[in-house]
Structure formats: C-alpha cells, structure tokens
C-alpha cells in the first residue's frame, strides 16, 4: 500500500520514537520518502541503525538513528539535539513507542505497572515537553501526533494498565492545546486498532485472520495505514484539528467484537492468554521490555 504524499512535509524535522519496525517504522519511511528529514529511536540499538539505514536508502529525506529508552531523557534531548545539529530545527514530535502487559487485573505486577507508564507516558510527555520547546525557540509552528490505541477510547479485557496509559494521551492531547496552540502548534492523538505488525504475527496465531472478521471493513490494518492518518495530522491539511483523537480502526471500537477466547473469558481460560503473553514478554527480557504492545 503506497502512503499519502503531502508536498509541505519536506524539509521538515520529525522525531520518532519505537521507529525500528512497525507502525513507527512505516512512519519514518512515508516521510523520508516525503522529503522529511527524521531521527528515528529504538530500544534495541542494532535494529535502530539498520532500519535508519534502510529508510534514508529508499527516500528522499535523511534518516538518522538514536538508540535508547524512548522514557529515559537522556535518550530524548539527544534526539532534539541531534535534530537541532543535523537539521536545525524541530518539526514533528511522534512519540510511538508503545509496550503493555496482557493479562488480569490481579497478576499486574507494580514492576510492569511503573515499566509501562515509563515508556508509553514518561517517553511521550517528556518527548513532546522537550520537541515543543525547540519548536517555541525556533517559532516553528510544529505538529504533535501521540500514539494512543483503540483500547484507550473502548474497553478491552486484560488490558487495564495498558489502555490507561493510552487514555491518558487523549487527554494529554486535549490539555495541552492551550499551551502549545498560541505557539501554533497543534497536538493530537492517533489511536489505531488491530495492526498488523512483525509482533502482532507472532503474538496469536492467524492475528490478521482473526482481527479481519473482527473488523467492520473486513480487514486488519496495515502499518501504512497508520502511517498514512499521521501524516495527514502532520501536514498542512490538518492544521485546524487540534486536541484531538482519530480512531483508525476499520470501525471496530463502534461495535467492539472480541475474538473468541477473550469474548468467553473466565478466571481460567485467562491463564492461557496470559501464559501466552508471559511467553512474548520473556523473549523481550533480552530488550529489557516487559512486552510489548497491543
Ligand atoms: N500494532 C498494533 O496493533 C497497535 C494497536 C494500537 C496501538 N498501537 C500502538 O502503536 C505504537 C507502535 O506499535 P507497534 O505494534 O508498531 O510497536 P512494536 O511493538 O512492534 O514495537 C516497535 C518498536 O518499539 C521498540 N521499543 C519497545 N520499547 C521501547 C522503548 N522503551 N524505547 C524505544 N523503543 C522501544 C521495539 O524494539 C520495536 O522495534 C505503540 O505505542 C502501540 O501501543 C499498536
């Protein structure tokens, strides 16, 4: 599926992190292919170079890594300042990266309670904190585009924690265009739905299969699906929406089935969901993640 191609994006800055794969991934590509310039984070430091690599390849923008805890500010002011040395200036601030854990209320430990809040709200506030304030020093009139989900509009068994993290960047979105709207920067929140994604393969057998009949449209989205809205809600043609959230879903938060195993949920069927997520989030230990995200 080709993205969306918005002339006013080139030459701009973006900021985006999680972008080693994934929905953050097809959003780094559709800009650099627009004539962005990007520097792109991820947690696992290989995976960030290479995939900067393979992205300025294929476009017409640059693509710089910087590897790291997408909550850690360390990792964050280098990314501004990296920007601000290689391209003078802040454009966009994506804050995509996302984790979660999925399972009951009762087995959310406070260690993956905190690891999710540091990523997917430290990491995103933090990140639009210090991006908006180089737009400010630059009077750029900038975009933000937090990554919220489907879940944080509509309920969703097992993932509390998770879907409270992604509400709350819906009201970030909201809150916040009092404060940055005079600067001119708007600041909205994109939620996709069931994405299909190099993780979510692997998370449930058949996911697309499963998700497909699920979705009103009759199908998963793709990536660039995703990244296309983003890019929508970074260009000039969006620049009268401000505070707040684009569900990208296909329509399923309107009905909101669930697949089956969640849909006939009890205290002991949960066990093989969580069994199941245990399983994803041992494998990301090595990434010093405790799972990554719905
Ligand atoms: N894929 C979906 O179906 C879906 C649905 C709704 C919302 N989302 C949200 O979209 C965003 C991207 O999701 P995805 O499925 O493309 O991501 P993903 O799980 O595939 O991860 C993308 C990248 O993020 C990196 N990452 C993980 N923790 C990180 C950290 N602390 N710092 C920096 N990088 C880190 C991973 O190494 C990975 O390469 C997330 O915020 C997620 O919550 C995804």
Not at 70 to 97: H, K, Q, T
Request: glycine share 10%; net charge negative.
């Amino acid at each position: 599926m080709e993205t969306a191609a918005y002339s006013d994006l080139k030459g701009k800055s973006a900021l985006i992190t999680g972008a080693g794969a994934g929905i953050g991934r097809a959003i780094a590509q559709a800009l650099v292919e627009a004539g962005a310039n990007v520097i792109l984070n991820d947690l696992d430091k290989d995976l960030a170079s290479l995939t900067a690599i393979e992205v300025e390849a294929t476009g017409a923008g640059r693509c710089l890594a910087v590897p790291g805890d997408a909550g850690d500010i360390a990792v964050i002011d280098a990314m501004v300042d990296l920007a601000m040395s290689e391209f003078g200036r802040v454009d966009f601030a994506i804050p995509n990266a996302g984790i979660t854990v999925f399972g009951a209320f009762d087995e959310v430990t406070p260690e993956a309670f905190d690891r999710i809040n540091h990523v997917n709200l430290r990491g995103s506030y933090f990140l639009t904190q210090r991006a908006t304030l180089a737009m400010r020093k630059g009077g750029n009139p900038g975009r933000v585009v937090l990554m919220s989900s489907n879940v944080g509009v509509q309920s969703y068994p097992m993932l509390s924690a998770y879907s409270m993290t992604k509400s709350a960047l819906q009201m970030m979105a909201k809150n916040l265009v009092a404060e940055l709207g005079p600067h001119g920067i708007t600041i909205n929140a994109l939620a996709p739905g069931a994405t299909l994604t190099e993780r979510t393969m692997k998370e449930q057998d058949d996911y697309a299969g499963v998700w497909s009949e699920l979705v009103p449209r009759g199908q998963i989205a793709m990536p660039e699906d995703i990244a296309n809205t983003c890019l929508f809600l970074l260009s000039d043609a969006s620049r009268h929406i401000n505070g707040q959230t684009i569900v990208v879903d296909g329509g399923w938060s309107a009905t909101s089935p669930l697949p089956k195993e969640v849909a006939s949920d009890n205290v002991n069927k949960t066990s093989d969901i969580t069994g199941k997520t245990k399983e994803v989030s041992a494998n990301l230990d090595e990434l010093g993640v405790v799972a990554q995200a719905a």
